[in-house]
Structures are given as structure tokens and as C-alpha cells.
């Protein structure tokens, strides 16, 4: 059973950052993590992923204000928010994909964490 614990949420002001963190635990072996998140009344939409490798993207609406990184010595994920929006508030949600998957897709997530909110304020 993998166990997900993000952190790294709150509220800040637009034109902040903040840094998520979601440590992962109970598999050793090669997988993917990342980063959705849903706002109200909206869908869950992926961020980004990452292996900690070759296999590392953000989404294309969030990539030059996001960064994405793994870091597998310690098991954890990383997202690097700067230059927030209003419109990124949302419930940040950590997956780990089906191995050896690697996606925006959630469909291949296996494991959800609990979710971190953010929330910016104009």
C-alpha cells in the first residue's frame, strides 16, 4: 500500500510562490508521481509529473510559472508554484501512476494523496 503525505499549501497573494512537497511510501521500485488539481465546479486536471528521470512535464497552460521535480533518494515530489494566479486556487492533489505509466491522464493514477488547497487572493 502506498501512502501519499503532501504539504506546502496556504494562501498567498498573486504574484507569489509557494512549493508543495508529497512524500512518498511503501514501493521501491521505478514509478512516476504528479501533481493535479481541481478548483470548485471544475474537473481534476493534471499539472504535471515526473519520475525523478527523463520522464518529467508540466502542463502547458501552468509551464512557465511551474516546475516540476522528483527527487527518488527521498521518495518525494516537488512542484515549484510561482507567479500564482487567482486561478490557480484549487485543491493540489499528489498521484503515483500505475507503474511504469507517466501521464496528465488520472486515469492511471493507482494512489491519490489527501489534497493541500491553495488559495490566491487578487
Known amino acids: 500500500q502506498v501512502q501519499l503525505v503532501e504539504s506546502g499549501g496556504g494562501s498567498v497573494q498573486a504574484g507569489g510562490s509557494l512549493r508543495l512537497s508529497c512524500v512518498a511510501s511503501?514501493?521501491?521500485?521505478?514509478?512516476?508521481m504528479g501533481w493535479f488539481r481541481q478548483a470548485p465546479g471544475k474537473e481534476r486536471e493534471g499539472v504535471g509529473y515526473?519520475?525523478?528521470?527523463?520522464?518529467?512535464a508540466v502542463a502547458e497552460a501552468v509551464k512557465d510559472r511551474f516546475t516540476i521535480s522528483k527527487d527518488n533518494a527521498i521518495n518525494t515530489l516537488y512542484l515549484q508554484m510561482n507567479s500564482l494566479k487567482p486561478d490557480d486556487t484549487a485543491m493540489y492533489y499528489c498521484a503515483f501512476f500505475r507503474p511504469p505509466m507517466c501521464s496528465f491522464w488520472s486515469g492511471y493514477v493507482e494512489y491519490w494523496g489527501q489534497g493541500t488547497q491553495v488559495n490566491v487572493s487578487s
Open positions: 515526473s519520475d525523478g528521470g527523463t520522464s518529467d
Open positions: 511503501g514501493y521501491t521500485d521505478y514509478y512516476c
